[in-house]
């Protein structure tokens, strides 16, 4: 089982905080770091106000040497797919082909209201196509010139550059949908993620998307399936508490519906989601600014499930 650190900078992060707890992210050995990609706090003021998350993880790529850098998810409405395709290939080179990209429909109407963002109603059509468009620009032979028709998106002889490092950057495609999301992600994804599942769901979910590769001819063993959780972790309930009461949560909420506890609860809850399929989890560490967080997961948890 592989563990990512994913935060959410919005509700209050500078470029200084997401980069201390990612080096702390590389130098305790987990897998990769992961931001949200959104421009507005829910709830509370977000000082010292939002970060763009392919900026930062271009300023991440270049501080770090080791560790993955992704969204968990970029919304299709913030940049046309053409323009999202250069910023990630951008990001792959600068990271030395470290980059994997996590894409959905958006959901946060209040943040395009703030800045902006066109909203449309109906937006699974533009991921859908966003999905296609982005993979094609990556995937065009060098010298060769790629064109798209779609309902939302049209793009004519475009010379597809620049090419990132990888050569395939994984895509992320995720959500809680019945038909849709495994649909795309059977066809798009290198990767399925569950965003804060109920437990008893995680088996169900994955066999869904499993199924919608057997429909398309692809091997379900070709993907990677991944969950979300909120974290909350200590060597004591009191530190659980503390933890908790810093997130705005209440333990035994998070016991039931995240990764919370002490080192042996959390443990168990995670070997139980190992054996419902999941590769890899991302740990939602909402609190920034504690990094004994961080080592306490990389010392007393991690080493069980490796």
Not at 53 to 65: D, Q, S
Not at 194 to 204: G, I
Not at 256 to 262: D, F, N, R, V
Not at 272 to 294: K, R, T, W
Request: some cysteine.
């Amino acid at each position: 089982m592989r563990f990512r650190i994913f935060t959410e900078p919005q509700q209050g992060a500078s470029y200084d905080d997401q980069l201390a707890i990612a080096q702390a992210t590389e130098k305790l050995g987990f897998d990769a770091f992961f931001r949200s990609d959104h421009y507005l706090a829910m709830g509370g003021a977000g000082y010292p106000g939002p970060t763009d998350a392919w900026t930062t993880l271009a300023g991440l790529a270049r501080e770090t040497e080791s560790i993955r850098l992704g969204t968990l998810v970029s919304s299709v409405t913030y940049r046309p797919p053409g323009i999202l395709a250069i910023q990630v290939a951008q990001v792959d080179q600068m990271s030395g082909g470290r980059v994997e990209l996590g894409l959905g429909t958006g959901w946060f109407a209040e943040e395009h209201a703030a800045y902006g963002i066109p909203f449309p109603a109906k937006r699974f059509g533009m991921l859908e196509e966003q999905l296609e468009i982005v993979t094609g620009l990556w995937e065009t032979p060098l010298g060769e010139r790629y064109s798209f028709a779609g309902e939302h998106y049209s793009l004519t002889d475009s010379p597809a550059l620049p090419k990132p490092v990888q050569e395939r950057i994984p895509v992320i495609v995720g959500g809680l949908g019945a038909t849709r999301t495994p649909a795309m992600a059977a066809r798009f994804a290198t990767e399925f993620n569950l965003p804060f599942p109920d437990f008893a769901d995680v088996s169900d979910k994955f066999a869904g998307v499993r199924a919608a590769c057997e429909t398309l001819g692809r091997d379900p063993q070709d993907l990677v399936y991944s969950a979300a959780f909120v974290a909350a972790t200590g060597a004591n309930d009191a530190e659980v508490a503390r933890r908790a009461a810093a997130i705005g949560r209440e333990p035994a909420e998070l016991r039931a519906h995240g990764l919370a506890g002490t080192a042996a609860e959390v443990v168990d809850r995670l070997g139980a989601l190992q054996a419902d399929g999941v590769d890899c989890v991302y740990l939602q560490m909402l609190d920034l600014h504690d990094l004994e967080h961080l080592d306490f997961f990389a010392r007393e948890v991690v080493p069980q499930l490796r």
